[in-house]
């Protein structure tokens, strides 16, 4: 942005400030964001209670209504977060995904984890770079584990596992194009670079650049990171992130990242 003389602004969704029936609508410090922004890149949402994730994604959707644009916009960040919810809606497009199963009753998926083949990955619904998930394949132990996120309330989600051979695709869409793709090599079944897996160059074959592309705009992403599984009947959708990290993909592209993002941004104001 700086490159390009415009000069941009970084904060954090405490620092923001929202008012009703009086303005600024919303602010930061002495910036009234409608008034001296023109749109908003969103990077991780955060952690945070169940009040404070609402009231940030609240404050999104009021400011588009007002006329922000946001990348990405706030109902594609919901249906990204959620795993189920974005698998479910991929599906329904035709796109192609691993069997799963989410459920809160640990009997259920005791019976569901027979169903997947008795080889699954069981998935925190709102996780996200590896952590918490957990190859689950034998019946005594699935047992103890489904009973135990249960018992703290978390929702059990169960999808049968892939066979990769420890390594997957990352597609990196911006608008309607994969502008940069890596294989992730790993030395186990996760291939989460931010779990030392290692990125390598790699040119998508045109399938794959349709696959996430058609993904990306099936959530409403205008930027998104797909992941994708080359399992034995095809390749597959395992995740499709609404605020990926380029760290890792930037260091195999000649391609800036950075500034592919914000010439989409740009372009998308012009229209
Ligand atoms: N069904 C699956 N079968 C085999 N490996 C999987 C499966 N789902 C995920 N993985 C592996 O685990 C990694 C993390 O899973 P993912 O669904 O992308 O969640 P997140 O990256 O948000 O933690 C994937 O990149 C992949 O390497
Ligand atoms: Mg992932």
Known sequence: ????????????????LARVK????????????????????????????????????????????????????????????????????????GLPVPRTVVTESPEEALKAFSE????????PLFGSRGVGSTRVSDPEIAR??????????????????????????????????????MRRVAETWKTNVSLGAKPVACKLAEEFEDLAVKAARVIGCRVAGVDILEGSDGPVIVELNSQPGWRGLQSVTEVNIADEIVEYALS????
Do not use: W
């Open 1 to 16: 942005m700086t490159k390009r003389k415009i000069t941009p602004l970084c904060f954090s969704f405490p620092q923001l």
């Open 22 to 93: 009086y303005t600024p609508e919303a602010s930061v410090d002495e910036i009234d964001i409608l008034r001296d922004l023109k749109a908003l890149i969103t990077r991780p949402v955060g952690r945070g209670s169940l009040e404070e994730i609402i009231f940030r994604m609240d404050i999104l959707h009021r400011l588009e209504r007002l006329g922000m644009l946001i990348i990405n916009p706030p109902l594609a960040i919901e249906r990204s977060v959620d795993k189920y919810c974005a698998l479910a809606l991929l599906e329904e497009h």
């Open 116 to 123: 997947l083949g008795g080889d699954v990955v069981l998935k």
């Open 144 to 181: 103890r584990v489904f009973r135990a996120v249960s018992f703290y309330h978390g929702v059990l989600y169960l999808q049968e596992f892939i066979s990769h051979g420890f390594s997957d695709i990352r597609a990196f869409v911006i608008g309607d194009r994969v502008v940069a793709s």
């Open 268 to 271: 998308e104001l012009r229209l």
